[in-house]
């Protein structure tokens, strides 16, 4: 069960977009349309951000996009605010066992 | 509206065992899929195991796997974690979490609880 590969950090201005990635493999990210995005902010759970690849949860700002292409997903958040800095997590089904995390990125709002 | 509420964090010696709780409200308990998830100090999250709505399937991240045995109790709208022969790898923060979808087996983790900590150390 390796962990999907995430950038350590991204950073951008606010106003700006900023985007993450997620790299798997065509047993996870690439074969099925279940990545999962999880925002953390420091001493909080996790908050699920969007689901199967591109659908945003009720109260989830439409800042907050995702996407997917081969063995790669992506969020992307536009107008970058103070109060998105935060760790963010993608997550994937997988052949092998249910579920596999990202080692996680690190948004800093300059 | 939605309550997770994670139980039974201690310091447990290398080779002990301890049983997590986690208390659910606010939902049709024995309609969802529930999982436990942990995440080490200063590091990333980590899937441990989930159970489906009617207990029938359970599933195990290999690092747990022969170890830990997840359970429920829907009359009790309760999750539980059985964590045996704990190595000093399995510290970290647990949580447990909801499945964001009814009566799929593997639906992912949507609403996650506080977590309680476990730390293994002699």
């Known amino acids: 069960q390796s962990a999907l590969t995430q950038p350590a950090s991204v950073s951008g201005s606010p106003g700006q977009s900023i985007t993450i990635s997620c790299t798997g493999t065509?047993?996870?990210?690439?074969?099925?349309?279940?990545v999962s995005w999880y925002q953390q902010h420091p001493g909080e759970a996790p908050k699920l951000m969007i689901y199967?690849?591109?659908n945003r949860p009720s109260g989830v700002s439409t800042r907050f996009s995702g996407s997917k292409s081969g063995n790669t997903a992506s969020l992307t958040i536009s107008g970058l605010q103070a109060e998105d800095e935060a760790d963010y997590y993608c997550?994937?089904?997988?052949?092998?066992?249910?579920?596999?995390f990202g080692g996680g990125t690190k948004l800093t709002v300059l | 509206e939605v309550q997770l509420v994670e139980s039974g964090g201690v310091v447990v010696q290398p080779g002990g065992s301890l049983r997590l709780s986690c208390a659910a409200s606010g939902f049709t308990f024995d309609d969802y899929t529930m999982h436990w998830l942990r995440q080490a100090p200063g590091k990333g999250l980590e899937w441990v195991s989930l159970?489906?709505?009617?207990?029938?399937?359970?599933y195990y991240a290999d690092s747990v796997k022969g170890r830990f045995t997840i359970s429920r109790d829907n009359s009790k709208n309760s999750l539980y974690l059985q964590m045996n022969s704990l190595r000093t790898e399995d510290t970290a923060l647990y949580y447990c979490?909801?499945?964001?979808?009814?009566?799929?087996?593997?639906?992912?983790?949507?609403?996650w609880g506080q977590g309680t900590l476990l730390t293994v150390s002699s």
């Open positions: 997550s994937s089904y997988t052949s092998s066992s249910p579920w596999v």
């Open positions: 065509s047993s996870d990210v690439g074969g099925y349309n279940y």
């Open positions: 979490a909801k499945a964001r979808v009814e009566r799929i087996a593997v639906a992912g983790a949507a609403y």
């Open positions: 159970i489906s709505w009617d207990g029938t399937s359970t």
């Open positions: 199967d690849v591109s």
